[in-house]
């Protein structure tokens, strides 16, 4: 059978921790493979050796369309046929279509190499509207659906002037469309399959695989459980091939806890979109706050924590809390994970117990010094306690899948013994694995 990719005993080692154990997969032409299991499994280290980002363990062998691929340079795989779309998508939003889709492959010029705007346009137009999309290409992308975003950037990614597209990688393609915009994104992916080119798509969505794919490829623990067809697999099926395990009853039905006395009241509390929202929260009691996009849902979370607010009280223990002091809503006893971690929580180049005793630096300090075996054994605790894999304090954040950073920010809260954990979005690109895990 002829195969657009093909994997061999792909494995990865970083300092000591094995991410990818052996693995091998085989797509075709045409078919649409869904890559999925628990953050830390191995996803994103395979995608990274495809792209050219890191050299695997000697023994590994990959084939694009039967040409070997040249490892740790990004220039073989776009050479060789692969093509990338990220969940961040690489676009600028203050530039229109036609200078996006020339981002890393320039423009089209003349003898004078003056740009052919003309040509330019017509190019752009085309390529959308190969993927089934009508848009005014002299418009800036920040002015577009989530769903034409990500068709500019795939219409990018396939339009590359070189070698022909033999496969599209797509990592969490629909982590920020709603359900209609999620809908045109899969006849966008059914058309790149009908024209020849294999499709390898990353997710957490299960809806999505059943959706879009016509095979699956589970990995778990950096090692291959399971390649199926789609079609006869059950989501119960999929849900224990992903996490070794059925999932617990906990994790499906509600539980009545016994509340304790009022720890949180927010009263006539108001900001941009939010109106005089009155809320009682009793210790011991979990509250979700739901709405759609646009319906002030997103800023009660940092309206609670101590963002600028037009009006009213947040009360924390018999106590106003001031405006715009989230420190004091800290020493009060207030703890906020932010819907995006890696802008607001996470510092990415730093070790996960920097990142876990930031908010309290000085617990371990004596004299003025820092004694850091025990600080190293306070993080190893909370790492261990939340599942964090792997659970090496001196990994840095960037290191870790999404879930488990996730994680490493909810355990810097919990050690401090909050009054009031504020989780915004806690479980936002978070496969279910760990999804069952926060929620415990």
């Known amino acids: 059978m002829t195969t657009a990719l093909s994997v061999r005993e792909a494995s990865k080692i970083f300092g000591g921790q094995v991410a990818l154990d052996h693995v091998s997969i085989d797509v075709a032409p045409g078919e649409v493979r869904a890559l999925v299991g628990q953050n830390g499994c191995g996803k994103s280290t395979l995608i990274k050796i495809l792209a050219g980002f890191h050299e695997p363990e000697p023994g590994t062998e990959v084939t694009v369309d039967g040409q070997e691929l040249s490892f740790s340079d990004p220039a073989s795989s776009e050479a060789i046929g692969l093509r990338f779309v990220h969940q961040d998508l690489g676009l600028v939003g203050n530039l229109d279509v036609v200078d996006n889709l020339a981002i890393g492959q320039g423009y089209i010029t003349g003898i004078t190499k003056t740009i052919r705007w003309k040509q330019e346009r017509a190019a752009a137009h085309e390529a959308l509207m190969a993927l089934g999309y009508d848009i005014n290409v002299r418009m800036p992308v920040g002015g577009l659906a989530m769903s034409e975003r990500t068709a500019v950037a795939i219409a990018r990614a396939m339009s590359t002037r070189g070698a022909p597209s033999k496969m599209l990688i797509l ?188 908010v309290d630096p000085g617990r371990h300090m004596s004299l003025g010094i820092l004694r850091r075996r025990p600080e190293k054994a306070d993080v190893t605790v909370w790492l261990e306690r939340l599942d964090v894999r792997p659970s090496q304090s001196e990994f840095t954040m960037a290191q870790l899948s999404g879930g488990n950073q996730q994680k490493v920010i909810i355990a810097r809260w919990l050690r401090q013994e909050p009054k009031v954990l504020v989780l915004d979005e806690p479980t936002q690109g978070v496969d279910v694995g760990a999804k069952a895990d926060i929620h415990r």
């Open 171 to 358: 990592d969490e393609p629909t982590a920020n469309l709603p359900g209609p915009e999620a809908e045109r994104l899969y006849a966008l992916v059914r058309r790149v399959a009908d024209s020849g080119v294999a499709v390898l798509f990353v997710s957490h969505h299960f809806d999505e695989v059943f959706e879009m794919a016509d095979s699956v490829t589970v990995l778990r623990d950096g090692k291959h459980v399971i390649t199926r067809p789609v079609e006869g697999l059950t989501e119960d099926e999929l849900i224990e091939h992903v996490v070794g395990r059925k999932l617990d009853e906990y994790d499906k039905e509600g539980h009545v806890r016994s509340h304790g006395d009022v720890v949180l009241e927010l009263k006539d509390l108001s900001g941009a979109a939010v109106q005089g929202l009155d809320l009682t929260i009793h210790a011991g009691e979990v509250v979700g706050v739901a709405g759609i996009t646009g319906s002030g849902r997103e800023e009660v979370a940092a309206l609670v924590f101590g963002g600028h607010g037009h009006g009213g009280e947040v009360v924390l223990g018999g106590d106003v809390l001031p405006q715009a002091r989230p420190d004091i809503s800290i020493e009060r006893g207030m703890a906020l994970v932010p819907a995006e971690r890696h802008a607001n929580a996470s510092l990415m180049a730093q070790s996960l117990r920097e990142n876990i005793t930031i």
